[in-house]
């Protein structure tokens, strides 16, 4: 996950506080020592109390296709250990205030995309045609609600022909492009767990 | 937990993590007393929850009353968070093609952290061009 490391303006340095809550990771802030929740980027203890990160938008893929889609991309300087998942076994999911949906990767892949109302929010999940990897855009462009199709590898608006890059929400005919909503990925269970009012979708 | 696990019931990052929570918090008594037997004083301040931020408020300690699930297991910063990323090209580094990675893409720069590292430090503090983000597994 990637959250904004920032209230009210101020950037604030995070450590990890080494406690679990709910089987899940939790931080502290190096200003108010408040506890924090890392699956809802709440804080749980201390002065901070109810304040919540904002959640920014990332993406998970192998490192293959990520070079593939962004060549220019930096990389951490860091090494590498095994892993025992892939991607298809996790869920996408999309949290816009208190509401939330996800869906498996695996049925994202099979359908394609998926349209969505989240907190009121017009939502388009999409899996990369190409490579196994997901988006997810708000589907109000300029404040008009699309219905958004993904067609030959793009996504489309068929009121207007307008066209957009799946992985960039980069639009290809003139229009303004597509806003990124944030999401994460995770297992279902974890999801679960932390957004029990949540939709899951899928198998 | 980094939100991540398996798909069982009990997923396995999760008690993976725990597990080694509680290795680690054992490794750590037992320098505890090892320091204790020389100088109580330092023996005590590496017992202390607060870890390497012995001045820090810690809700946990003051005695806040704490959420259910909620399980003290490590002091502060055992598992170090990484505060000073470096970024470099990717030619300069050797990961796995098959390799996950979380990916940002933010005011027009791109970079990849690596899951197979961020299982095992958990936290990274970065900027990224000027967005202040915390990437964690």
């Known amino acids: 996950m990637v959250h904004r490391r920032e209230i009210d303006g101020q950037p604030i340095v995070f450590g990890n506080q080494g406690d679990l809550w709910m089987n899940a990771m939790t931080w502290f802030d190096h200003d108010t020592g408040s506890v924090w929740s890392q699956p809802t980027g709440e804080a749980i203890l201390g002065p901070l109390k109810g304040t919540t990160l904002e959640l920014l938008p990332s993406t998970l893929s192998t490192w293959q296709d990520w070079q593939e889609r962004f060549p220019d991309t930096l990389a951490l300087d860091a090494f590498t250990r095994r892993h025992e998942f892939s991607i298809s076994q996790m869920v996408v999911a999309v949290v816009v205030g208190d509401d939330s949906v996800a869906i498996r990767f695996a049925d994202l892949r099979e359908q394609g995309s998926l349209s969505a109302s989240i907190g009121g929010e017009p939502v388009l999940i999409v899996a990369d045609p190409e490579v196994d990897r997901w988006a997810a855009y708000s589907r109000l462009v300029d404040g008009v609600e699309l219905d958004l199709q993904l067609l030959n590898g793009e996504l489309v608006d068929p009121a207007s022909d307008d066209r957009w890059d799946v992985a960039l929400g980069a639009s290809k005919t003139g229009a303004l492009p597509l806003d990124r909503v944030s999401a994460f990925s995770s297992f279902g269970s974890d999801y679960r767990n932390f957004y029990p009012d949540g939709e899951l979708l899928g198998s | ?137």
Not at chain 2, 62 to 72: F, K, N, Q, S
Not at chain 2, 81 to 105: A, N, Q, R, S, T
Not at chain 2, 113 to 127: A, H, K, N, T
């Open chain 2, 1 to 137: 937990m980094g939100l991540i696990g398996s798909g069982r019931r009990v997923p396995l990052s999760m008690r993976t993590r725990a597990t080694r929570y509680v290795v680690i918090t054992l490794l750590m008594a037992l320098v505890a007393v090892a320091c204790a037997a020389d100088d109580t004083d330092t023996g005590a301040r590496t017992a202390q929850r607060g870890g390497l931020f012995p001045d820090l408020y810690d809700p946990t300690s003051a005695g806040e009353p704490l959420p259910d699930d909620y399980r003290e297991s490590l002091p502060r910063d055992a598992i170090n968070p990484v505060y000073d990323p470096v970024f470099v090209k990717p030619g300069e580094i050797d990961w796995p093609l098959d390799e996950l990675v979380i990916g940002v893409d933010l005011n027009g720069e791109q970079r990849a952290y690596p899951v197979g590292f961020l299982s095992f430090r958990e936290i990274v503090i970065d900027d990224h061009r000027g967005i202040p983000t915390m990437v964690t597994w």
